[in-house]
């Protein structure tokens, strides 16, 4: 060793193998071990990238273990009893896939459902129909004359449902209906990335996101829509995917073909996701009126946002692809119609579902249906004015306030023309004015009319949730909305584990 120093010091001699040199004016040499950084440095760097991972991802990561173990808790403890919302008809629709595929509009609901129906009934109701275990073989004394109403959907959620909740089935040991139910909680956390994903776009802070989410998942619609089996699980995910892609258009940081594609596959999913194509077309079509206004007034103004000189081919894109976006979605709907017409057996084909007149008070009384309803949508009881979920009235109210504060409070803070505005004008227009023109074109369309349930405005929910976090810019409004969602969790859960089987 001390050989080793005298000629390092004298620069008499190089280290020799195995030995490294310091970089200091006097160089030493040190024994060198091969594996010596690698033991030192390794855990140094995993757990800088696992904090920098966490740091980065700790809302959405919150978001989807609250989601899926919330929504499988309250879906472990519902009883056999069917959700009202058409559960009973969407168990007949996965009876039949695998032999069917579609089902034939009029006819009657299988053994299996009609079993589920006269056995365990529909939560709150009980049972219906026949005698549990009797003979089945007059469908008429069940529900709608035992007669499905799902004969309308096309396959695609109900295939996804029997697959995936069939695997659940297989490898849990759950039986198979609450196989099927628990694909709602995939649908709830996949749902909650893309709602992530869309508030990160446009800044939305870390805690008001957090917020956002728990609010969702504590809201009632949650607690309908994806414990039970339901046609609406897709909705919110398909409206929030549709405002990710037509931002990042819009920014010129994705293609644009996301848009047409993604609403294609929500329309075919629910006819109702319509309006979350709406919205989206709403939102290119005020951005390319705002880019050919500046072209107009300036042809060398930023474009809304992009820096550059607006060419006439970007500024008429935009309207291009939302219109081209809403023709290609009712093309894919109208094709379904078709095909589903053509399946009607002809003594079916003077079949009406009735319904109601829709006049003037109650087109306009639906303005107000959506905005404070859907967060919040219950199922009333027939012949009461309580609801199936007994949550108090008050403890809901908070959730309808968010809605309504957050999309009129985004739209009142516009100031100017930013790259912000086309989209808060677009959510404003779709909250007041989707419900209505949803009832008329179903009114124009079937000569009849029902009171929409707030539901409906499932794919457009995303954007009223968006609003409200880029109104929300004081950090204790963020943790109040926390907190608030907190307490309302706990209470949604112990109501579920109080409610009679």
Same mark, same amino acid.
Request: hydrophobic share 50%; charged share 10%.
């Given at each position: 060793?001390?050989?080793?120093?005298?000629? +390092?010091?004298?620069?008499?001699? %190089?280290?020799?193998?195995?030995?490294?040199?310091?970089?200091?004016?006097?160089?030493?040499?040190?024994?060198?071990?091969?594996?010596?950084?690698?033991?030192?440095?390794?855990?140094?760097?995993?757990?800088?990238?696992?904090?920098?991972? $966490?740091?980065r991802?700790?809302?959405?990561?919150?978001?989807?273990?609250?989601?899926?173990?919330?929504s499988?808790?309250?879906?472990l403890? @519902?009883?056999?009893?069917?959700s009202?919302i058409?559960?009973?008809?969407y168990?007949?629709?996965?009876?039949?896939?695998?032999?069917?595929?579609?089902? !034939?509009?009029?006819? %009657?609901?299988?053994p %299996?459902a009609? &079993?589920?129906?006269?056995?365990?009934?529909?939560?709150?109701?009980?049972?219906?129909?026949?005698?549990?275990?009797?003979?089945?073989?007059?469908?008429?004394?069940?529900?709608?004359?035992?007669?499905?109403? +799902?004969d309308?959907?096309?396959?695609?959620?109900?295939g996804?449902?029997?697959?995936?909740?069939?695997a659940?089935?297989?490898? =849990?040991?759950v039986?198979?209906?609450?196989?099927?139910?628990?694909?709602?909680?995939?649908?709830?956390?996949?749902?909650?990335?893309?709602? *992530?994903?869309?508030?990160?776009?446009?800044?939305?802070?870390?805690?008001?996101?957090?917020?956002?989410g728990?609010?969702?998942?504590?809201?009632?619609?949650?607690?309908?829509?994806?414990?039970?089996?339901?046609?609406?699980?897709?909705?919110?995910?398909?409206?929030?995917?549709?405002?990710?892609?037509?931002?990042?258009?819009?920014?010129?940081?994705?293609?644009?073909?996301?848009?047409?594609?993604?609403?294609?596959?929500?329309?075919?999913?629910?006819?109702? &996701?319509?309006?979350?194509?709406?919205?989206?077309?709403l939102?290119?079509?005020i @951005?390319?009126? !705002?880019v050919?206004?500046?072209? #107009?007034?300036?042809?060398?103004?930023?474009?809304?946002?992009?820096?550059?000189?607006?060419?006439? #081919?970007?500024? *008429?894109?935009?309207?291009?692809?939302?219109?081209?976006?809403?023709?290609?979605?009712?093309?894919?709907?109208?094709?379904?119609?078709?095909?589903? +017409?053509?399946?009607?057996?002809e003594?079916?084909?003077?079949?009406?579902?009735?319904?109601?007149? $829709?006049?003037?008070? %109650?087109l306009?009384?639906?303005?107000a249906?959506?905005?404070?309803?859907?967060l919040?949508? &219950?199922v009333?009881?027939?012949?009461?004015?309580?609801?199936?979920?007994?949550?108090?009235?008050?403890?809901? =109210?908070?959730?309808? *306030?968010?809605?309504?504060?957050?999309? !009129?409070?985004?739209?009142?803070?516009?100031?100017g023309?930013?790259?912000r505005?086309?989209?808060? !004008?677009?959510i404003?227009?779709?909250?007041?004015?989707?419900?209505?023109?949803?009832?008329?074109?179903?009114?124009?369309?079937?000569?009849?009319?029902?009171?929409?349930?707030?539901?409906?405005?499932?794919?457009? $929910?995303?954007?009223?949730?968006?609003? +409200?976090? $880029?109104?929300?810019?004081?950090?204790?409004?963020?943790?109040i909305?926390?907190?608030?969602?907190?307490?309302?969790l706990?209470?949604?859960?112990?109501?579920?584990?109080?409610?009679?089987?």
């Open positions: 060793m001390t050989r080793m120093l005298t000629v +390092a010091v004298y620069g008499l001699g %190089e280290c020799g193998t195995g030995q490294t040199c310091s970089r200091l004016p006097v160089r030493f040499c040190r024994e060198r071990s091969p594996m010596s950084n690698a033991l030192t440095e390794q855990p140094s760097t995993a757990q800088h990238r696992v904090r920098s991972w $966490l740091k991802f700790w809302v959405p990561l919150a978001l989807v273990v609250v989601a899926v173990g919330y499988s808790a309250v879906t403890q @519902h009883s056999d009893a069917m009202p058409d559960e009973w008809v168990t007949d629709y996965l009876d039949k896939l695998p032999v069917q595929g579609v089902l !034939i509009p009029g006819e %009657e609901v299988g %299996e009609l &079993n589920r129906m006269a056995c365990d009934g529909v939560f709150p109701y009980g049972p219906m129909g026949a005698a549990c275990g009797s003979s089945y073989s007059d469908p008429t004394v069940f529900p709608f004359g035992g007669i499905t109403s +799902a309308p959907y096309t396959p695609l959620y109900f996804i449902t029997r697959f995936v909740g069939d659940i089935h297989f490898v =849990t040991g039986d198979q209906l609450t196989g099927w139910r628990l694909t709602g909680s995939l649908w709830l956390a996949g749902s909650m990335v893309l709602f *992530w994903l869309l508030l990160r776009q446009w800044r939305v802070s870390p805690a008001a996101s957090l917020g956002l728990l609010a969702f998942i504590a809201s009632p619609f949650v607690w309908w829509t994806y414990t039970y089996v339901s046609t609406d699980a897709p909705s919110f995910l398909a409206g929030a995917a549709l405002l990710f892609v037509t931002a990042r258009f819009i920014r010129g940081t994705g293609s644009v073909w996301w848009i047409p594609a993604i609403a294609v596959v929500a329309t075919i999913f629910k006819i109702t &996701n319509l309006l979350g194509v709406g919205l989206a077309a939102y290119l079509l @951005h390319g009126l !705002i050919l206004w500046k072209r #107009r007034t300036d042809p060398v103004s930023p474009d809304a946002g992009v820096s550059g000189r607006v060419t006439t #081919r970007s500024s *008429w894109l935009p309207i291009v692809v939302a219109v081209g976006t809403g023709i290609v979605a009712l093309l894919a709907q109208f094709s379904w119609l078709r095909v589903h +017409a053509a399946l009607r057996p003594e079916a084909a003077g079949a009406s579902g009735g319904g109601m007149h $829709l006049g003037g008070q %109650e306009l009384s639906q303005m249906n959506f905005l404070p309803g859907t919040t949508s &219950n009333n009881i027939a012949g009461s004015t309580g609801f199936a979920l007994p949550m108090p009235g008050f403890a809901l =109210t908070p959730l309808s *306030w968010l809605t309504i504060a957050g999309v !009129i409070g985004a739209f009142w803070a516009l100031r023309v930013t790259n505005s086309p989209l808060v !004008i677009a404003a227009i779709s909250a007041v004015c989707f419900a209505p023109a949803l009832a008329l074109a179903l009114y124009v369309t079937t000569g009849s009319y029902f009171t929409l349930p707030p539901r409906y405005g499932a794919s457009i $929910l995303a954007g009223f949730l968006l609003a +409200a976090g $880029l109104a929300m810019r004081n950090r204790w409004a963020a943790w909305l926390i907190g608030y969602s907190v307490v309302l706990g209470a949604m859960g112990v109501l579920t584990a109080l409610l009679p089987d």
